[in-house]
Structure formats: C-alpha cells, structure tokens
C-alpha cells in the first residue's frame, strides 16, 4: 500500500504565498515522476507542474514563473511553492506520484482546498 498525504492548502488573499507538501510513505519501491494537480468546480483536473526523479520539471503555462515544484527524494516528498496567487487558482490541489520499475501506477492524495481571495 502506498499513501500519499498532502498538507499547506489553505485560505489566502490574492497575492500572496502557500506552500503545499506531498509525503509518500507506504511500499514505495521506485518513484518515478510526482507532481501536482488542480480542480476547480465544473472543471476538468489538470496538471499543474510536475518533475521527474533526475529532476527535469514542467509546468502548465498558467502557474509559470509563479509556481515552483520541488522534490526531496530522501524523504519522498514533493513540494509545490505558490507565489503571487491569484483567485483563478482557487482549487482542490491533488499530489500524484508514478511508482513502479516494470509496471508504473498512479497513486494520488486525497487533496488539498486552496482559495485565494480577491
């Protein structure tokens, strides 16, 4: 079993900071990419940034320049830093990770209520 369990969502004033933190524990084995993933009411979930296990990140052209993801391999975590929020990133935010050597599986946290407020 693997468990993902997210913690930093919260309710915060346009503008400003959250940091969100992802810790994977469980029968881990190999982790490959871990990332992070948004849903707003009546919207479809999407990508926010992700990065992989040597590193290389990506990030959806709304959160660019804003966002930073960031991983401690050590301690399988990830981490999501949001800068200068606006109220269209107002969402549940997911953490994913992809685990696995042969056979790679999703596994996702229960999620995390950000609001920023205008």
């Known amino acids: 079993q693997v468990q993902l369990v997210e913690s930093g969502g919260g309710l915060v004033q346009a503008g400003g900071s959250l940091r969100l933190s992802c810790a994977a524990s469980g029968s881990i084995g190999r982790i490959n990419t871990m990332g992070w993933y948004r849903q707003a009411p009546g919207k479809q979930r999407e990508l926010v940034a992700s990065i992989t296990s040597g590193g290389t990140t990506n990030y959806a052209d709304s959160v660019k320049g804003r966002f930073t993801i960031s991983r401690d391999s050590a301690k399988n975590t990830v981490y999501l830093q949001m800068n200068s929020l606006k109220p269209e990133d107002t969402a549940v935010y997911y953490c994913?990770?992809?685990?696995?050597?042969?056979?790679?599986?999703?596994?996702w946290g229960q999620g995390t209520q950000v609001t920023v407020s205008s």
């Open positions: 994913n990770a992809k685990i696995g050597l042969l056979t790679v599986r999703d596994y």
